[in-house]
């Protein structure tokens, strides 16, 4: 099983910026579909977003246009781009791999993200 590893969160206004990083081992990245969710406290984990393996990606409708999934695969690490950031925004942030018998994830720990108003 594939544990990855976030980071990148952390307080901002809102309208501003984070990137966060998803660390998995570099075949992972390569081959299985990469998926965001996020989880409010006190409230459910939720979808954010998948990246499939030929780079597509989809969002809820809540991030569309302000959110962008990326990878570097030679690094192993998935990206999460989330621009104009609003206090709705604000969540525990979390990656899983999917795919098939060798993309199987664990939760990680998550990040951190607070958007003030």
């Known amino acids: 099983q594939i544990q990855p590893v976030e980071s990148g969160g952390g307080s901002v206004q809102a309208g501003g910026s984070l990137r966060l990083s998803c660390k998995v081992p570099e075949d992972t990245s390569r081959r299985c579909t990469m998926d965001w969710y996020r989880q409010a406290a006190g409230?459910?984990?939720g979808w954010v977003s998948?990246?499939?393996?030929?780079?597509d990606a989809v969002y809820i409708d809540a991030v569309?246009?302000?959110?962008?999934?990326s990878k570097d695969s030679a690094k192993g690490t998935v990206y999460l781009q989330m621009?104009?950031?609003?206090?709705?925004?604000?969540?525990?942030?979390?990656?899983?791999?999917?795919?098939?018998d060798r993309?199987?994830?664990v939760?990680?720990?998550?990040?951190?993200v607070t958007v003030s108003s």
Not at 50 to 55: A, G
Not at 88 to 98: E, G, H, L, N
Not at 107 to 112: K, N, P
């Open 50 to 55: 998948s990246l499939f393996n030929d780079d």
């Open 43 to 45: 409230g459910q984990r």
């Open 103 to 105: 993309c199987i994830g």
């Open 83 to 100: 621009n104009n950031l609003k206090p709705q925004d604000t969540a525990v942030y979390f990656c899983k791999p999917r795919g098939g």
């Open 64 to 69: 569309k246009g302000r959110f962008t999934a």
């Open 107 to 112: 939760w990680g720990q998550g990040t951190q």
